[in-house]
């Protein structure tokens, strides 16, 4: 499936500017100066796709309407037929129980472990199935002589436009590279220059290179290594069994949780002294009918479970779409492709071949252009479905580091154009901003505890380390830096915490909550666990059948 | 609209499906065999063959694009050998591989591994790297497996190449690649507090302080 032939004269021009791209290098738009073409274009500014929250520990603030309907959705179980003290009992009694095994679940669950914890690891799909597999570019870590942990604080601050808990971006900064040190002792292999120095790239945002990758593989090759060693370690693990609910105790403190077995349907009960929440994004509720760079369960189960335990969640109103997703062929539509492209020399162009914005803005930034240069001036590429892109110019990148750059640092991005017969050494790229990346979440602290008692976050679920726009590299070190903290100071609280009777009262209490809000019957049930893409048949079933259904056939997912 | 044939039952859907959003079109609602749905995850590796054609063909069902009379299926879970060890106490050298997976001197060459992947790897060239020690290869060859388990499932020895490459490439990175010094002399900056101050003094400013030190900062290339 090459580019249709109608696109033939755009690629030509495409061609004929770029000697002359070589040396043309557009400024950027300064920091004071972004909000124009931001509230002009970026999804977060269309005010309509929000709206205020009606209840829970954030009413009265804004965040996506496909969100809002989750955070205030029903529970799935009915407290008075599940008693964590008496029924069956519970099937887990653990230390520490984290829900999600992505980079922060599965780095919370090694590290809990080494201090001392009884850990249970769960999640949803398969132990590494991820938004963490898929990340392409790197991990962001100032080793370089003539890079700093403050520079690197200042471009975080910068790239969010200031929005960012400063005390959580210190700790960002300053755990990164022990972080990739970490990485390497479990045996990750950092792309290097022959002396052993690490080989950064730089993204956007940046001001010196500093991002550290494994070719274009680098969330696939970090989640494989640290899979490995959570198998090698014998930490407990149960895969396709989500969390649909936390346990409490009558203390107050999150004392555990309601899992589902996702193909038998059957409840396991964990009553666990520290739950650390690791369930990743959001890109799988597509708001504002994005397509999506997100792993299949990114459905923001963790917020939903955290949100009726009272946990407040921050910068609920932004999101972050990834400027550069694949727009053609329909098939691959909302691939991510790696920042680290324009990192090597790509550049953005529309029809006629020209830039339109520096490749290096920040994320929001140069979404906003790309929108713009499609939508405002008309000057996008169309496809036969109507889906429109601007070209992200990858041959360029073996013009200036010479042939064989591209094949060597992005054969991910080879192969998976390559398979619809698109040469990206010879071709650009189509391309157009895709649903990416949840910027907020769980408020927490710098060592991964919460405001409620008993629960800890790390990895995307949590918000604050990126403000209201993340840098490029910042989420797949806020998962190490984050997930590491959260299962040391999780594995500690639980050696001191007298942990009191489980109660699901707060379910209850949240019910009740919903249905004087006149929601209950209006609002669905959450978390989601997982997209509905299936085609359904049209409803056919008598009414009875329904309601004669028995337990174990009710479908939770 | 194309005929296409999941586990024997025939349906139809739109051309420029891939097998996966076929199969939900279809009706199917995926749990297993479905991840990242962009090539990175290895959860949907899968065969297919073709109504008058019984040859075996391999892909992943987030990428490959039904055709015309495919017959489809899932592979859901294939199980596979994968010890526990500490990587802290081995040596990168090939009696160690041979120590964790003994089986790997019954690999006969057939070459069904190598034909079985979906990213085509050189499966069965890596795996005679591992016999014969050589992990640098192995890591080399191997690094961009997405641990389908598609060459497990193939292989008529009961061999699982792909967990063996993943032991080649940790003891690779852990022991083998050179050490990063700015690196470890970094980290002991930090461990030192070399760099609190600066960053003190960075939250301390006022956001237009901290605005024009942003614009300010210069911005290095390479």
């Known amino acids: 499936m090459p580019y249709p032939s109608y696109m033939e004269e755009s690629i030509r021009k495409v061609e004929a500017t770029r000697e002359r791209r070589l040396k043309e290098e557009l400024p950027r738009i300064p920091v004071g100066e972004r909000m124009p073409v931001l509230k002009a274009f970026h999804p977060d500014f269309i005010k309509a796709c929000m709206r205020e929250l009606l209840v829970g520990p954030n009413k009265g603030e804004r965040t996506p309407n496909e969100l809002a309907d989750l955070l205030e959705g029903n529970s799935r179980i009915d407290p008075d037929k599940i008693d964590p003290e008496l029924n069956s009992g519970v099937d887990y009694d653990v230390d520490v129980l984290v829900i999600g095994a992505g980079g922060a679940g599965a780095s919370a669950a090694l590290i809990a472990q080494e201090t001392g914890a009884d850990v249970l690891l769960v999640t949803k799909l398969r132990l590494g199935d991820a938004n963490t597999v898929g990340f392409q570019g790197g991990t962001q870590a100032a080793d370089r002589p003539d890079d700093s942990p403050a520079l690197h604080y200042l471009d975080t601050m910068g790239g969010a436009r200031f929005t960012n808990d400063p005390k959580l971006v210190e700790a960002l900064v300053k755990d990164a590279p022990s972080v990739i040190k970490w990485l390497e002792s479990l045996g990750v292999i950092w792309d290097k220059k022959p002396d052993g120095s690490m080989a950064e790239v730089a993204l956007a945002g940046e001001c010196v290179p500093r991002c550290h990758c494994c070719r274009d593989y680098t969330g696939l090759e970090v989640m494989r290594v640290l899979r490995d060693e959570v198998k090698s370690r014998d930490i407990n693990y149960v895969e396709f069994a989500p969390a649909i609910e936390l346990i409490m105790d009558e203390k107050g403190q999150v004392a555990g949780a309601v899992l589902v077995n996702l193909e038998t349907n059957e409840p396991l009960l964990v009553r666990a002294k520290a739950v650390v929440t690791a369930t990743g994004g959001i890109g799988r509720l597509h708001i504002q009918g994005f397509p999506t760079t997100n792993h299949y369960g990114a459905t923001a189960d963790g917020l939903v479970l955290a949100y009726r335990v009272g946990c407040p969640i921050v910068d609920l109103d932004t999101m972050q779409y990834h400027p550069t997703c694949a727009a053609y062929p329909l098939a691959i539509l909302g691939l991510l492709v790696t920042e680290k492209t324009r990192g090597l020399g790509a550049q953005v162009l529309n029809i006629d071949g020209e830039q339109f914005a520096h490749p290096l803005e920040p994320r929001d930034v140069l979404a906003a252009c790309i929108i713009r240069e499609c939508k405002e001036r008309g000057k996008g590429i169309a496809t036969p479905t109507g889906q429109v892109g601007v070209w992200l110019d990858s041959p360029r990148i073996d013009m200036i580091h010479g042939e064989g750059t591209v094949a060597q640092n992005l054969p991910a991005m080879v192969r998976q154009f390559g398979r619809f017969n698109i040469d990206i050494t010879k071709e650009p790229m189509l391309i157009y901003p895709a649903l990416h990346y949840q910027n907020g979440g769980i408020k927490f602290s710098p060592d991964g505890s919460t405001p409620i008692p008993g629960l800890f976050a790390c990895g995307e679920v949590e918000g604050g380390v990126h403000g209201k726009n993340r840098l490029g590299g910042n989420s797949t070190l806020d998962l190490f830096v984050f997930g590491r903290r959260a299962g040391r100071t999780a594995a500690k609280y639980a050696k001191g915490v007298k942990p009191g009777k489980l109660t699901l009262d707060h379910v209850r209490q949240w019910q009740r909550e919903l249905k004087e809000a006149g929601l209950a019957e209006v609002r669905p049930i959450s978390p989601k666990l997982l997209p509905d893409y299936a085609r359904q048949p049209y409803d056919y079933l008598a009414d009875y059948v329904t309601e004669r259904l028995q337990p174990g056939q009710i479908k939770v997912a | ?222």
């Open chain 2, 1 to 222: 609209m194309l005929d296409i044939y999941i586990m024997g039952k025939r349906y139809q859907v739109p051309e420029g499906l891939t097998i996966q959003a076929a199969m939900e079109y279809c009706g199917y609602r995926l749990i297993r065999g479905c991840g990242c749905r962009a090539a990175f995850c290895g959860a949907c590796g899968t065969v297919y063959n073709f109504k008058n054609d019984p040859t075996l063909r391999y892909a992943l069902a987030c990428q490959k694009l039904v055709e015309q009379d495919m017959y489809l299926t899932q592979i859901p879970f294939f199980p596979a050998a994968k010890p526990s060890y500490d990587l802290e106490k081995m040596e990168p050298t090939g009696e160690q591989i041979l120590k964790i997976y003994p089986e790997l001197i019954t690999c006969f060459g057939c070459n069904n591994c190598t034909k079985s992947c979906p990213q085509d790897l050189e499966v069965m060239w890596y795996m005679s790297d591992a016999l014969r020690g050589d992990i640098k290869e192995v890591a080399i060859k191997s690094f961009d497996c997405i641990m389908c388990g598609l060459c497990a499932a193939r292989c008529p020895q009961g061999l699982v190449p792909y967990n063996i490459a993943l032991l080649c490439r940790r003891l690779y990175g852990r022991y083998v690649t050179p050490r990063s010094k700015h690196l470890d002399d970094r980290i002991a900056e930090i461990e030192e507090g070399k760099f609190d101050a600066e960053i003190k003094e960075l939250q301390n400013m006022s956001l237009e302080e901290l605005r024009q030190r942003f614009d300010k900062r210069k911005i290095l290339k390479e």
